[in-house]
Protein backbone atom coordinates (compact mmCIF):
# COMPACT_ATOMS: atom_id res chain seq x y z
CA UNK A 1 0.00 0.00 0.00
CA UNK A 2 1.25 3.42 -0.98
CA UNK A 3 2.54 5.68 1.77
CA UNK A 4 0.33 8.48 2.60
CA UNK A 5 1.67 10.98 4.63
CA UNK A 6 4.91 12.23 5.46
CA UNK A 7 6.65 13.37 9.30
CA UNK A 8 5.39 16.84 9.93
CA UNK A 9 1.59 15.85 8.09
CA UNK A 10 -1.60 16.65 10.19
CA UNK A 11 -3.94 13.67 10.53
CA UNK A 12 -7.56 12.89 11.82
CA UNK A 13 -8.29 9.70 13.23
CA UNK A 14 -10.97 7.45 12.74
CA UNK A 15 -14.04 8.31 14.66
CA UNK A 16 -15.69 4.68 13.85
CA UNK A 17 -16.09 2.26 17.36
CA UNK A 18 -15.94 -1.25 15.65
CA UNK A 19 -17.50 -4.33 16.19
CA UNK A 20 -14.65 -5.76 15.71
CA UNK A 21 -10.35 -5.70 17.18
CA UNK A 22 -8.94 -2.69 16.57
CA UNK A 23 -5.28 -0.95 17.45
CA UNK A 24 -6.72 2.22 17.20
CA UNK A 25 -7.10 3.13 21.11
CA UNK A 26 -10.74 4.59 21.97
CA UNK A 27 -9.15 7.67 23.65
CA UNK A 28 -7.34 8.64 20.69
CA UNK A 29 -10.67 8.88 18.53
CA UNK A 30 -11.77 11.56 16.15
CA UNK A 31 -8.48 13.23 17.09
CA UNK A 32 -6.40 15.72 14.93
CA UNK A 33 -2.49 14.21 15.67
CA UNK A 34 1.03 15.17 13.44
CA UNK A 35 3.16 12.50 11.76
CA UNK A 36 6.12 12.10 13.80
CA UNK A 37 7.58 9.20 11.62
CA UNK A 38 6.77 5.77 9.36
CA UNK A 39 7.75 3.11 11.07
CA UNK A 40 7.66 0.13 8.34
CA UNK A 41 4.25 -1.65 6.98
CA UNK A 42 2.19 -4.37 9.03
CA UNK A 43 -0.91 -6.15 8.12
CA UNK A 44 -4.16 -4.27 9.61
CA UNK A 45 -5.10 -5.87 12.75
CA UNK A 46 -8.83 -5.44 12.54
CA UNK A 47 -8.63 -7.56 9.09
CA UNK A 48 -5.96 -10.36 10.73
CA UNK A 49 -8.56 -10.89 13.69
CA UNK A 50 -11.09 -11.55 11.57
CA UNK A 51 -9.22 -13.87 9.33
CA UNK A 52 -9.75 -12.05 6.04
CA UNK A 53 -6.59 -10.92 3.99
CA UNK A 54 -4.75 -8.08 4.92
CA UNK A 55 -1.94 -6.37 2.91
CA UNK A 56 0.91 -4.82 4.60
CA UNK A 57 0.60 -0.64 5.01
CA UNK A 58 2.30 1.80 6.51
CA UNK A 59 2.34 2.30 10.23
CA UNK A 60 3.11 6.10 11.79
CA UNK A 61 3.81 7.35 14.89
CA UNK A 62 1.68 10.16 15.13
CA UNK A 63 1.73 12.70 18.39
CA UNK A 64 -1.19 13.99 19.48
CA UNK A 65 -1.28 17.50 22.55
CA UNK A 66 -3.30 16.05 25.72
CA UNK A 67 -5.82 18.83 25.26
CA UNK A 68 -6.97 17.79 21.94
CA UNK A 69 -7.26 14.12 23.51
CA UNK A 70 -8.44 14.86 26.82
CA UNK A 71 -9.64 18.87 26.84
CA UNK A 72 -7.09 19.43 29.05
CA UNK A 73 -2.85 18.53 29.98
CA UNK A 74 -0.09 20.00 28.65
CA UNK A 75 2.06 16.78 28.07
CA UNK A 76 1.73 15.18 24.29
CA UNK A 77 0.90 11.22 23.55
CA UNK A 78 2.59 9.52 20.75
CA UNK A 79 0.68 6.61 19.46
CA UNK A 80 1.48 4.11 16.82
CA UNK A 81 -0.76 3.84 14.06
CA UNK A 82 -1.59 2.20 11.00
CA UNK A 83 -2.49 4.01 7.38
CA UNK A 84 -6.30 3.22 8.08
CA UNK A 85 -6.90 5.05 10.93
CA UNK A 86 -5.99 8.02 9.15
CA UNK A 87 -7.30 11.16 7.08
CA UNK A 88 -5.37 14.15 6.13
CA UNK A 89 -6.54 17.06 7.85
CA UNK A 90 -5.53 21.05 7.59
CA UNK A 91 -2.43 22.37 8.47
CA UNK A 92 -2.10 23.33 12.27
CA UNK A 93 -4.12 27.04 12.58
CA UNK A 94 -5.73 26.33 9.27
CA UNK A 95 -8.25 23.73 11.30
CA UNK B 1 -13.46 -3.39 21.37
CA UNK B 2 -9.42 -2.20 22.16
CA UNK B 3 -10.11 -2.46 25.84
CA UNK B 4 -11.11 -5.78 26.16
CA UNK B 5 -9.20 -8.59 26.74
CA UNK B 6 -10.12 -12.91 26.16
CA UNK B 7 -10.72 -12.93 29.75
CA UNK B 8 -9.67 -14.13 33.12
CA UNK B 9 -6.17 -15.08 33.04
CA UNK B 10 -7.08 -18.58 33.92
CA UNK B 11 -9.42 -18.62 30.58
CA UNK B 12 -6.56 -17.45 29.13
CA UNK B 13 -3.53 -19.48 30.76
CA UNK B 14 -5.94 -22.85 29.63
CA UNK B 15 -6.69 -21.94 26.33
CA UNK B 16 -3.05 -21.50 25.22
CA UNK B 17 -2.49 -24.96 27.33
CA UNK B 18 -5.46 -26.36 24.75
CA UNK B 19 -3.58 -24.92 21.92
CA UNK B 20 -0.05 -25.86 22.99
CA UNK B 21 -1.56 -29.19 23.20
CA UNK B 22 -3.08 -29.59 19.47
CA UNK B 23 0.34 -28.55 18.66
CA UNK B 24 1.83 -31.28 20.35
CA UNK B 25 -0.50 -33.96 18.90
CA UNK B 26 -0.26 -33.10 15.23
CA UNK B 27 3.66 -33.21 16.09
CA UNK B 28 4.14 -29.35 15.16
CA UNK B 29 5.51 -28.25 17.86
CA UNK B 30 7.55 -30.40 19.95
CA UNK B 31 7.35 -30.15 23.76
CA UNK B 32 10.92 -29.94 25.30
CA UNK B 33 11.93 -27.74 22.10
CA UNK B 34 8.58 -24.65 23.05
CA UNK B 35 10.08 -24.93 26.64
CA UNK B 36 13.70 -25.02 25.85
CA UNK B 37 13.27 -22.17 23.58
CA UNK B 38 10.94 -20.18 26.54
CA UNK B 39 14.18 -20.65 28.88
CA UNK B 40 17.04 -19.43 26.56
CA UNK B 41 14.71 -16.17 25.88
CA UNK B 42 13.89 -15.28 29.24
CA UNK B 43 16.95 -16.31 30.57
CA UNK B 44 18.31 -13.28 28.15
CA UNK B 45 15.65 -11.20 28.76
CA UNK B 46 16.89 -8.69 31.87
CA UNK B 47 17.02 -5.30 32.54
CA UNK B 48 20.67 -5.67 32.95
CA UNK B 49 19.92 -5.73 28.97
CA UNK B 50 18.78 -2.08 28.97
CA UNK B 51 20.99 -1.22 31.51
CA UNK B 52 24.63 -1.89 29.68
CA UNK B 53 22.90 0.16 26.73
CA UNK B 54 21.82 3.36 28.69
CA UNK B 55 25.69 3.15 30.40
CA UNK B 56 27.15 2.43 26.64
CA UNK B 57 25.30 5.56 25.57
CA UNK B 58 26.22 7.50 28.56
CA UNK B 59 29.96 6.92 27.91
CA UNK B 60 30.40 7.01 24.22
CA UNK B 61 28.18 10.13 22.49
CA UNK B 62 28.66 8.03 18.91
CA UNK B 63 26.84 4.75 20.01
CA UNK B 64 24.20 7.27 21.69
CA UNK B 65 23.54 8.83 18.44
CA UNK B 66 23.30 5.73 16.53
CA UNK B 67 21.05 3.95 19.53
CA UNK B 68 18.73 6.97 19.31
CA UNK B 69 18.65 6.79 14.98
CA UNK B 70 18.09 3.38 14.97
CA UNK B 71 18.27 0.82 18.05
CA UNK B 72 18.03 -2.47 16.00
CA UNK B 73 21.20 -1.88 13.84
CA UNK B 74 23.20 -0.75 16.88
CA UNK B 75 21.76 -3.47 19.85
CA UNK B 76 24.42 -5.79 17.83
CA UNK B 77 27.26 -3.60 18.93
CA UNK B 78 26.68 -4.80 22.71
CA UNK B 79 25.33 -8.54 21.41
CA UNK B 80 21.47 -8.15 22.43
CA UNK B 81 18.59 -8.22 20.12
CA UNK B 82 15.45 -7.85 19.41
CA UNK B 83 14.31 -11.02 17.77
CA UNK B 84 13.76 -13.43 20.32
CA UNK B 85 10.33 -14.00 19.95
CA UNK B 86 8.70 -15.12 16.32
CA UNK B 87 9.91 -12.03 14.38
CA UNK B 88 12.43 -8.92 15.24
CA UNK B 89 10.81 -6.04 16.81
CA UNK B 90 11.57 -2.57 16.15
CA UNK B 91 12.76 -0.62 18.83
CA UNK B 92 13.08 2.84 19.87
CA UNK B 93 14.96 4.24 21.94
CA UNK B 94 13.61 7.96 23.10
CA UNK B 95 16.14 10.29 25.02
CA UNK B 96 14.98 12.30 28.31
CA UNK B 97 16.66 15.86 28.08
CA UNK B 98 16.07 19.17 30.48
CA UNK B 99 13.39 19.72 28.34
CA UNK B 100 11.54 16.58 27.74
CA UNK B 101 10.49 13.66 30.04
CA UNK B 102 9.39 10.32 27.97
CA UNK B 103 7.04 7.64 29.75
CA UNK B 104 6.51 4.14 28.57
CA UNK B 105 2.91 2.50 27.96
CA UNK B 106 0.89 0.02 26.55
CA UNK B 107 -2.86 1.12 26.56
CA UNK B 108 -4.48 -1.80 24.79
CA UNK B 109 -2.81 -4.59 26.65
CA UNK B 110 1.18 -4.82 28.16
CA UNK B 111 3.63 -4.33 24.89
CA UNK B 112 7.00 -3.70 26.13
CA UNK B 113 10.56 -4.74 25.08
CA UNK B 114 10.82 -7.82 27.05
CA UNK B 115 14.46 -8.85 25.78
CA UNK B 116 15.90 -5.51 27.15
CA UNK B 117 13.52 -4.88 30.39
CA UNK B 118 12.69 -8.69 31.45
CA UNK B 119 9.29 -9.69 32.25
CA UNK B 120 7.12 -6.64 32.45
CA UNK B 121 6.33 -5.31 36.29
CA UNK B 122 2.38 -6.03 37.09
CA UNK B 123 1.71 -2.49 37.74
CA UNK B 124 2.87 -2.05 34.27
CA UNK B 125 -0.15 -4.52 33.31
CA UNK B 126 -2.69 -2.59 35.15
CA UNK B 127 -5.61 -1.16 33.55
CA UNK B 128 -4.86 1.73 35.90
CA UNK B 129 -1.71 2.70 35.01
CA UNK B 130 -2.27 1.86 31.46
CA UNK B 131 -5.92 4.18 31.59
CA UNK B 132 -4.34 6.90 33.37
CA UNK B 133 -0.74 7.46 32.36
CA UNK B 134 -1.96 8.66 29.24
CA UNK B 135 -4.41 11.44 30.60
CA UNK B 136 -2.62 12.31 33.50
CA UNK B 137 1.07 11.47 33.58
CA UNK B 138 2.70 14.04 35.77
CA UNK B 139 0.06 12.70 38.56
CA UNK B 140 1.26 9.25 38.13
CA UNK B 141 4.54 9.91 38.27
CA UNK B 142 3.89 11.92 41.41
CA UNK B 143 2.73 8.20 43.02
CA UNK B 144 5.82 6.65 41.93
CA UNK B 145 7.27 9.40 44.35
CA UNK B 146 8.72 11.28 41.39
CA UNK B 147 8.24 15.29 41.47
CA UNK B 148 8.84 15.76 37.84
CA UNK B 149 10.37 19.62 37.24
CA UNK B 150 7.43 21.30 36.19
CA UNK B 151 9.47 23.06 33.26
CA UNK B 152 10.26 19.71 32.07
CA UNK B 153 7.92 18.21 29.10
CA UNK B 154 6.49 15.12 29.32
CA UNK B 155 5.67 12.92 26.28
CA UNK B 156 3.72 9.25 26.67
CA UNK B 157 4.54 6.71 23.92
CA UNK B 158 1.65 4.13 23.98
CA UNK B 159 3.07 1.15 22.07
CA UNK B 160 -0.20 0.41 20.38
CA UNK B 161 1.55 -1.28 17.03
CA UNK B 162 4.26 -3.44 16.06
CA UNK B 163 7.28 -0.93 17.77
CA UNK B 164 8.78 -1.20 21.02
CA UNK B 165 10.07 1.98 23.22
CA UNK B 166 12.84 2.21 25.96
CA UNK B 167 13.69 5.28 27.50
CA UNK B 168 17.67 6.67 28.27
CA UNK B 169 17.09 8.21 31.27
CA UNK B 170 19.29 11.35 32.07
CA UNK B 171 23.06 10.23 33.41
CA UNK B 172 22.50 11.45 37.28
CA UNK B 173 24.98 14.51 38.64
CA UNK B 174 27.83 12.86 40.31
CA UNK B 175 28.98 10.04 38.40
CA UNK B 176 31.85 11.49 36.33
CA UNK B 177 34.46 9.21 36.79
CA UNK B 178 32.17 5.92 37.26
CA UNK B 179 33.17 3.40 34.60
CA UNK B 180 30.63 1.23 32.36
CA UNK B 181 29.78 -1.44 34.64
CA UNK B 182 29.19 1.07 37.74
CA UNK B 183 27.22 3.09 35.94
CA UNK B 184 24.76 0.06 34.27
CA UNK B 185 24.67 -0.73 38.31
CA UNK B 186 22.45 2.43 38.68
CA UNK B 187 19.83 2.28 36.15
CA UNK B 188 16.72 0.97 37.07
CA UNK B 189 14.10 -0.91 35.36
CA UNK B 190 11.56 1.53 36.40
CA UNK B 191 14.00 4.75 34.91
CA UNK B 192 13.69 2.58 31.53
CA UNK B 193 10.14 2.79 31.83
CA UNK B 194 10.17 6.34 32.41
CA UNK B 195 8.38 6.36 35.83
CA UNK B 196 11.53 6.68 37.61
CA UNK B 197 14.72 8.95 37.76
CA UNK B 198 18.64 7.76 37.68
Not at chain 1, 21 to 50: C, F, I
Not at chain 2, 79 to 90: V, Y
Not at chain 2, 125 to 152: H, I, N, Q, T, W
Request: with cysteine; net charge neutral.
Amino acid sequence: MAELFRPGDRVLTSRTDPPHHTRLPRYARGARGTVVERQGSHPLPDRRARQLPAEPEPVYTVRFAAAELFGEGDHTVTVDLWQSYLRPAAPEGEE
Amino acid sequence: MSGDHAGPAGTLAARVRHLEGLLEQRGLVDARELDDALTAFLARAAPANGARLVARAWLDEEFSTRLLADANATLPELGLSMGGGLQEQRLKVVQNTGETHNVIVCTLCSCYPIALLGPSPTWYKSEAYRSRVVRDPRGVLREFGFELDPAVRINVWDSSAESRYLVLPRRPAGTAGLDERALAALVTRNGLIGVAPI
